[in-house]
């Protein structure tokens, strides 16, 4: 396990020093404003990596081998220059690099097209597509394949869209009658056909198949806290964690033959867990924040 500690309205690079099982701080910068979401690049093949981050607008950082960050670009959609409000996540196109979804406060997504050169610099963005794709805030995106994504929104719903055709979606929930609103959709990248799905304030993790639109196909509850975060493991399609309000990171199996999801791996962290990632590169490690730390566990 290694820790790190940061301040407010920073973004920081660490690496893990296998030789002290520590994390060491490589560079950090200022960032305007919260950073919604932060994402590297899914391309393994560049000779650099790229970074994404959300907040007022998308800023691409291109990262060096020793860890520094340069701004490349800060993008904003001439569609809605006007909008004040954060863009609230983003997702960076697994089977696609040169895509970027990001997901609005006020109910659109913008399909961001990246060209870049051989030297990985961003020569040129343009926004491929913009929608008004659900009646309330788009809280996150979700790429499920290279030309479909889903999002999940305050009006309680799950939709699916195709860049192809932007005219319409599939609902694949609407959260009933309560209509909760919906925080988090994770998509399952060993698995197309699964959802992970978070309400605001939920202490349950629903579990979508999108094959069976409208149903929840199992469910994921913490009895004790709310749950404020998720991701699914990138090497078993039955795994997913968890990170709640009772400082607990929780993996739980969602295996066909079992009716509901059980938890089979716990760690507590010195206080609430208010994001959870599982390293899409190293599926060994997952990576956990609280308060103002970050620690990555060892599965």
């Known amino acids: 396990m290694g820790q790190e500690t940061f301040r407010s309205n920073k973004i920081s ?96 997504c913008l399909i961001w097209q990246l060209e870049t050169s051989q030297c990985v610099t961003i020569s040129k963005a343009k926004v491929k ?63 197309g056909n699964l959802l992970g799905v978070l309400g605001s304030h939920s202490n349950k993790i629903l579990i979508i198949d999108v094959r069976k639109p409208d149903r929840v196909y199992k469910t994921c509850v913490n009895p004790n806290a709310e749950i404020n975060s998720i991701a699914w493991s990138p090497a078993n399609k039955q795994l997913i964690c968890s990170g709640s309000s009772d400082n607990q990171a929780l993996i ?18 010195n206080a609430e867990i208010s994001n959870v990632q599982w390293g899409p590169r190293h599926p060994q490690w997952i990576s956990i924040t609280f308060d103002k730390s970050v620690e990555i566990l060892r599965v």
């Open 252 to 269: 739980w199996q969602v295996k066909d033959e079992l009716a509901e999801g059980t938890s089979t791996k716990t760690y507590n962290a």
């Open 13 to 108: 690079v660490v690496e893990l020093d296998d030789s002290s099982n520590s994390l060491v701080l490589r560079h950090t910068l200022d960032h305007s404003f919260p950073a919604t979401k932060v994402q590297f690049t899914p391309d393994g093949q560049s000779y650099y990596d790229l970074m994404g981050t959300t907040s007022d607008a998308l800023r691409i950082f291109r990262i060096s081998n020793e860890g520094k960050m340069t701004l490349l670009d800060t993008l904003h959609s001439s569609a809605n220059l006007g909008y004040s409000g954060p863009y609230s996540s983003m997702d960076w196109n697994t089977y696609d690099p040169t895509i970027i979804g990001v997901s609005s406060n006020d109910s659109t």
């Open 129 to 191: 597509s913009h929608l008004i794709s659900n009646d309330k805030s788009v809280n996150e995106i979700g790429f499920m394949s290279k030309d479909t994504f889903v999002t999940a929104s305050d009006d309680g719903s799950i939709r699916q869209f195709d860049i192809r055709d932007m005219k319409s979606s599939t609902i694949l929930y609407d959260g009933g009658t309560e209509k909760t609103p919906l925080v988090r959709v994770q998509t399952n990248k060993k698995d």
